[in-house]
């Protein structure tokens, strides 16, 4: 099974040539590439070998696995996930135990330098990483381990991109992204609480099709996907634009559609696909359903100020160090003055004072 | 630091210190000129002229026919920035839940377009006042470094605003954490540049005017 190509193994799941030829051109300009690009793509991925990939979760809640295996129900871009090699994913596999960390040598053995791992969750370092281990070892040691013969690192979800939850402050187990700890392997960030399921497929499309990862931003993202902000194409984005805000979520303005700036929404300092690809099968998406953005794609999104905070506001009150601030400028004031007044008593005092006398003297 | 971790910090710490040094450094201003003290007044008062101070802040705040003549450029510039910038300050959407989570009084906002344009009025009309400020001989003369600094850090907050607003870099949450970043370091230059005037302009001229009344001079 391992020899058989992409195509065939779809082909047996029962996918029509028609539909993989769709599903290569839609991926092609997902990723921006020129409509001519869609036959390289459906070519690779027809004769390209299942690559190996290793999933490790480490600090996580396993949303992300829930949603790139549960949110279409079965598509081509599942299927894809099906037919890749998963050679180890704790939550999918059905071995356990030692032998699954078997499982996990054989594979990195047989195809040394030429697996992927893909990694959601980030890792803690705090009093030597004991806050999460597996097998006996610490999420620190697999990575290292498990990145070494590696050819890239995918990053999934906020977590491992970012640091995502454990990360935010106070940051109780010294939680660090991927990012932090292999610093030698192309890695790719796909943040998101969690990321969209396509924006995953169309990553590994990619990497099948060229042997390479796609153009990335300033933090590790595909441009293809994070290049645009949610608010720049935001449907809403004309009511922002004459400023018609929603106050509450039972208004007059949020019945009427209006924008959610008011109400918190992250949009503007957001950057993912959320406003065109959408969720649920191209459904909906939080702002469509009434709900602000909360920036989950973003660094630090968790202490970037409420989420019903609009984002013009403070992340933490300036109350206390206004009041701070008053008491010690009139207290230095005070200061100050009676100094000032003292020195001009005193200039006033050796001052000498002349009579008439004194000048006829 | 990221983009994301520039704006964090200027919506959190960022803005304590600038908030602290620019309510420290006001007050301290304000006792500085109060205890320089002054003379005891020996002479009688003139026919009492109450309210001539507070008239005297309206009054000295419309030019007169012949100085608007001389300088009609200073003043002309002046009032539009002055009244744009104040305008883009206090309507705009951002800035009003802004002010209504620090001090809990919100307002109505006004228009965005209407806003947008007082905006561009603003911004030509300073661009304006430092090109009469460059190539008059006198004002030339009279300007020192702190003036164009005065300038630069009251011109910043409005450009960079504008820019965010319109999305005009590349990534605007860069461009939100430069605005902010700039409205901070205005607050913080305030106390001690001559922005001090925005406090201490009200004051000279009440002090003047009630002075001047009580000398016997019209104001």
């Given at each position: 099974?391992r020899?058989?190509?992409?195509l065939?193994l779809?082909?047996?799941?029962?996918?029509?040539?028609?539909?993989?030829?769709?599903f290569?051109?839609a991926?092609?300009s997902?990723?921006?590439?020129?409509?001519?690009m869609?036959?390289a793509?459906?070519e690779?991925?027809?004769?390209?070998?299942?690559?190996?990939?290793i999933?490790?979760?480490?600090q996580?809640?396993?949303g992300?696995?829930?949603?790139?295996?549960?949110?279409h129900?079965?598509?081509?871009?599942s299927l894809?996930?099906?037919?890749i090699?998963l050679?180890?994913?704790?939550?999918?596999q059905?071995?356990?135990?030692?032998?699954?960390?078997?499982?996990?040598?054989?594979?990195?053995?047989?195809?040394?330098?030429?697996?992927?791992?893909?990694v959601?969750?980030?890792?803690?370092?705090?009093?030597g990483g004991?806050y999460?281990?597996?097998?006996?070892?610490?999420?620190?040691q697999?990575?290292?381990?498990?990145?070494?013969?590696?050819?890239?690192?995918?990053?999934?979800?906020?977590?491992?991109?970012?640091g995502g939850?454990?990360?935010?402050?106070p940051?109780p187990?010294?939680?660090?992204?991927?990012?932090?700890?292999?610093?030698?392997?192309?890695?790719?960030?796909?943040?998101?609480?969690p990321?969209?399921?396509?924006?995953?497929?169309?990553?590994?499309?990619?990497?099948l099709?060229?042997?390479?990862?796609?153009?990335?931003?300033g933090?590790?993202?595909?441009?293809?996907?994070y290049g645009?902000?949610?608010?720049?194409r935001?449907?809403r984005?004309?009511f922002?634009?004459?400023?018609?805000?929603?106050?509450?979520?039972?208004?007059?303005g949020?019945?009427n559609?209006w924008?959610?700036?008011?109400?918190?929404?992250?949009?503007?300092?957001?950057?993912?696909?959320c406003a065109?690809?959408?969720w649920?099968q191209?459904?909906?998406f939080?702002?469509?359903?009434?709900?602000g953005?909360?920036?989950?794609?973003?660094?630090?999104?968790?202490?970037?100020g409420?989420?019903?905070?609009t984002?013009?506001?403070?992340?933490t009150?300036?109350t206390?160090?206004a009041?701070?601030?008053?008491?010690a400028?009139a207290a230095?004031?005070?200061?100050?003055?009676?100094?000032?007044?003292?020195?001009k008593?005193?200039?006033?005092?050796?001052h000498?004072e002349?009579?008439?006398?004194?000048?006829?003297? | 630091?990221?983009a994301m971790?520039?704006?964090?910090?200027?919506?959190?710490p960022g803005l304590?210190i600038?908030?602290?040094?620019?309510l420290?450094g006001?007050l301290?201003?304000?006792?500085?000129?109060y205890s320089?003290g002054?003379?005891?007044?020996?002479?009688?008062?003139?026919?009492?002229s109450?309210?001539s101070?507070w008239r005297?802040?309206i009054?000295?705040?419309?030019?007169?026919a012949p100085?608007?003549?001389?300088?009609?450029?200073?003043?002309t510039s002046?009032?539009?920035f002055?009244?744009?910038?104040f305008?883009?300050?206090l309507?705009?959407?951002?800035?009003?839940?802004?002010?209504?989570?620090?001090?809990g009084i919100?307002?109505?906002a006004?228009?965005?377009?209407?806003?947008?344009?007082?905006?561009?009025?603003?911004?030509?009309?300073?661009?304006?006042?430092?090109?009469?400020r460059?190539?008059?001989?006198?004002?030339?003369?009279?300007?020192?470094?702190?003036?164009?600094?005065a300038?630069?850090?009251?011109?910043?907050?409005?450009?960079?605003?504008?820019?965010?607003?319109?999305?005009?870099?590349?990534?605007?949450?860069?461009?939100?954490a430069?605005?902010?970043?700039?409205?901070?370091?205005?607050l913080?230059?305030?106390?001690?540049?001559?922005?001090?005037?925005?406090l201490?302009?009200?004051?000279a001229?009440?002090?003047?005017?009630?002075?001047?009344?009580h000398?016997?001079?019209?104001s």
């Open positions: 099974m020899d058989e190509t992409m065939e779809l082909r047996r799941q029962g996918v029509s040539r028609r539909g993989f030829l769709k290569c051109a991926t092609a997902m990723l921006a590439l020129p409509p001519s869609a036959a793509v459906a690779a991925m027809a004769t390209a070998r299942r690559p190996t990939v999933w490790l979760s480490f996580e809640c396993t992300c696995t829930e949603s790139l295996t549960r949110s129900s079965p598509t081509l871009e894809l996930f099906d037919t090699s050679d180890y994913h704790e939550t999918l059905a071995a356990a135990g030692t032998a699954a960390e078997a499982a996990r040598e054989a594979a990195m053995q047989n195809a040394w330098g030429n697996y992927l791992v893909l959601d969750g980030s890792i803690p370092l705090k009093d004991v999460a281990t597996v097998a006996g070892k610490s999420n620190l697999t990575l290292r381990e498990v990145a070494e013969g590696a050819a890239a690192i995918v990053s999934i979800g906020t977590c491992a991109s970012y939850l454990p990360y935010a402050k940051n187990t010294g939680a660090v992204p991927v990012s932090e700890i292999i610093t030698d392997k192309p890695i790719i960030n796909v943040p998101g609480c990321p969209i399921p396509v924006v995953m497929t169309a990553v590994l499309a990619h990497y099709t060229f042997g390479t990862l796609p153009e990335l931003d933090l590790g993202r595909p441009k293809a996907f645009e902000s949610i608010h720049e935001c449907y984005r004309p922002y634009d004459r400023g018609l805000f929603a106050k509450s979520f039972d208004d007059e949020a019945r559609g924008c959610l700036f008011e109400l918190g929404c992250k949009g503007p300092t957001t950057h993912n696909a065109t690809t959408k649920n191209g459904t909906s939080p702002i469509q359903s009434g709900h953005c909360l920036g989950c794609s973003e660094p630090d999104f968790w202490d970037a409420g989420f019903y905070n984002l013009s506001t403070p992340i009150p300036v206390g160090a009041t701070a601030a008053l008491a400028g230095t004031g005070l200061a100050v003055t009676l100094a000032n007044r003292r020195r008593a005193n200039a006033r005092r050796a000498p002349v009579t008439i006398d004194d000048l006829e003297k | 630091m990221n971790e520039l704006l964090s910090w200027s919506r959190g304590g600038a908030t602290a040094v620019f420290f006001m301290l201003r304000l006792f500085e000129i320089l002054r003379k005891p007044d020996l002479a009688p008062a003139r026919p009492n109450p309210g101070g005297t802040i009054s000295r705040s419309v030019p007169e100085v608007f003549r001389r300088s009609a450029v200073t003043l002046g009032y539009l002055h009244i744009g910038f305008i883009v300050l309507f705009t959407v951002p800035h009003i839940t802004l002010f209504e989570s620090v001090i919100g307002w109505p006004l228009p965005t377009p209407v806003v947008d344009l007082v905006a561009v009025v603003a911004i030509i009309a300073m661009l304006v006042s430092l090109l009469h460059l190539l008059d001989p006198v004002k030339r003369f009279l300007s020192g470094f702190g003036d164009y600094v300038w630069s850090v009251t011109f910043l907050p409005l450009l960079t605003g504008y820019m965010a607003h319109h999305h005009l870099l590349p990534d605007y949450t860069l461009m939100l430069i605005h902010i970043l700039s409205v901070e370091l205005l913080v230059l305030f106390p001690f540049t001559k922005l001090t005037h925005m201490t302009l009200f004051i001229r009440w002090y003047n005017g009630e002075w001047f009344g000398k016997g001079v019209a």
